[in-house]
């Protein structure tokens, strides 16, 4: 619901900037973009798939890649047998 309101706006806030670039105010032309840009970033930061664990698992999966750079895996030594051919519950 919030992405439907910040989206656009942040569009037509760059619409604006370009309008008044062309009429050489640059000033207020910046003024729309730097307002664009808070916009989205307001926009992604209200994302509810976005969660703290996301980064938790990115984290050990980058923590992992330091001992083997070629090889992403989340755990580096599996618990359970797994099955290589079901890419969701697979070692890597």
């Known amino acids: 619901m919030f992405e439907a309101i910040t989206?656009?706006?942040?569009l037509l806030s760059f619409i604006?900037?370009?309008?008044?670039?062309?009429?050489?105010?640059?000033?207020?032309?910046l003024l729309c973009i730097l307002?664009?840009?808070?916009?989205?970033?307001?926009?992604?930061s209200a994302d509810p798939y976005l969660h703290d664990w996301d980064e938790r698992y990115h984290a050990l999966v980058a923590k992992?890649?330091?001992?083997?750079?070629?090889?992403?895996?989340?755990?580096?030594?599996?618990?359970?047998s797994f099955d290589y051919k079901?890419?969701?519950?697979n070692h890597v």
């Open 7 to 10: 989206y656009p706006s942040a």
């Open 16 to 29: 604006l900037s370009f309008l008044l670039f062309k009429r050489e105010q640059t000033g207020a032309a």
């Open 35 to 44: 307002l664009g840009g808070l916009l989205l970033r307001i926009g992604i």
């Open 64 to 80: 992992n890649m330091l001992r083997h750079p070629f090889l992403p895996t989340l755990y580096e030594t599996p618990l359970l």
């Open 86 to 89: 079901s890419w969701t519950g």
